[in-house]
């Protein structure tokens, strides 16, 4: 299996980020991650923050940031990744309702905050959730998005928990985006039923449309990789193939252990594979 380079999606430890962002980057570092990817910075510096990377001699591979940011901040908020170290940038949300009302202005808004990063050599990425697997056209809202701007304006950064809840097998979907993805988030997760379900209308026997299930009538809860339902083989594999180069662990939210503790078992299972 190719040695892909394993980070952690600090989200998931934002509870002790923010209480004492220090230790937490010391405590990311003794597990063995060497990279990460922020989703805030509580309030300290580019400055400061690069200076704790340095310390523990972790690098900034990406970040989620909402693209408000950047349409509020223009140069400084792109300074700011340059500061840290951050090659790439990921869109981490965006709200439905725009997608199926403002398709055009969207499409548009992305590209203009892709030009803005480019000029601070950084790419722009998507973070998908499940409900980019809805359609418009007859086509997934993620697939759309890829087809309408070409690759050096939009990476994909695929959840492969996401991709997976909502009824898509994220090893194919994974190498469907071969060529074109670097960056991968590992998420596991367990679910008694897809909440998403297939993306497409589900029928009862009588032929009636049925309501897919949420996540909490599905039984749906995040756990450590390695410890709910993901094929890890199937997806490292294609993610061999599709020449991701970092792999990203997250976990959203723990609620049977301490995020510290959740996030050592992910690293510990990976290392159990050889990475």
């Given amino acids: 299996m190719k040695k892909f380079k394993v980070g952690i999606q600090l989200y998931s430890l934002r509870d002790a980020m923010e209480k004492d962002m220090d230790a937490t980057l010391k405590a990311v570092k003794e597990m063995g991650y060497d990279y990460v990817e922020f989703a805030g910075y509580f309030g300290k510096s580019a400055e400061e923050v690069r200076a704790m990377l340095d310390k523990y001699g972790l690098e900034c591979i990406s970040v989620h940031q909402a693209i408000g940011l950047f349409e509020e901040e223009g140069k400084a908020a792109v300074d700011y990744l340059n500061t840290i170290g951050a090659k790439y940038c990921a869109i981490p949300w965006y709200e439905a309702d725009k997608y199926y009302n403002n398709w055009d202005e969207t499409v548009k808004k992305f590209a203009a905050v892709s030009e803005l990063l480019k000029k601070g050599n950084i790419q722009l990425m998507y973070h998908n959730h499940d409900f980019e697997f809805g359609k418009i056209d007859g086509e997934y809202i993620l697939?759309?998005?890829?087809?309408?701007?070409?690759?050096?304006?939009?990476?994909?950064?695929?959840?492969?928990?996401?991709?997976?809840?909502?009824?898509?097998?994220?090893?194919?979907?994974?190498?469907?985006?071969?060529?074109?993805?670097?960056?991968?988030?590992?998420?596991?997760?367990?679910?008694?039923?897809?909440?998403?379900?297939?993306?497409?209308?589900?029928?009862?026997?009588?032929?009636?449309?049925?309501?897919?299930?949420?996540?909490?009538?599905?039984?749906?809860?995040?756990?450590?990789?390695?410890?709910?339902?993901?094929?890890?083989?199937?997806?490292?594999?294609?993610?061999?193939?599709?020449?991701?180069?970092?792999?990203?662990?997250?976990?959203?939210?723990?609620?049977?252990?301490?995020?510290?503790?959740?996030?050592?078992?992910?690293?510990?299972?990976?290392?159990?594979?050889?990475?």
């Fill in 143 to 275: 697939d759309k998005l890829y087809s309408t701007l070409p690759s050096d304006v939009l990476m994909p950064q695929l959840d492969t928990c996401w991709v997976h809840y909502a009824g898509v097998n994220p090893a194919e979907y994974v190498r469907k985006y071969s060529g074109r993805m670097k960056v991968l988030h590992l998420k596991d997760f367990v679910c008694e039923k897809l909440g998403g379900g297939p993306v497409y209308a589900l029928i009862d026997e009588d032929g009636n449309e049925m309501k897919p299930q949420s996540r909490d009538e599905s039984g749906f809860k995040f756990v450590p990789v390695g410890s709910g339902i993901q094929d890890w083989e199937s997806i490292l594999s294609a993610a061999e193939d599709a020449g991701i180069d970092y792999v990203i662990v997250e976990q959203d939210m723990s609620v049977d252990r301490d995020p510290i503790e959740a996030a050592k078992m992910s690293r510990d299972y990976l290392k159990s594979l050889g990475l």
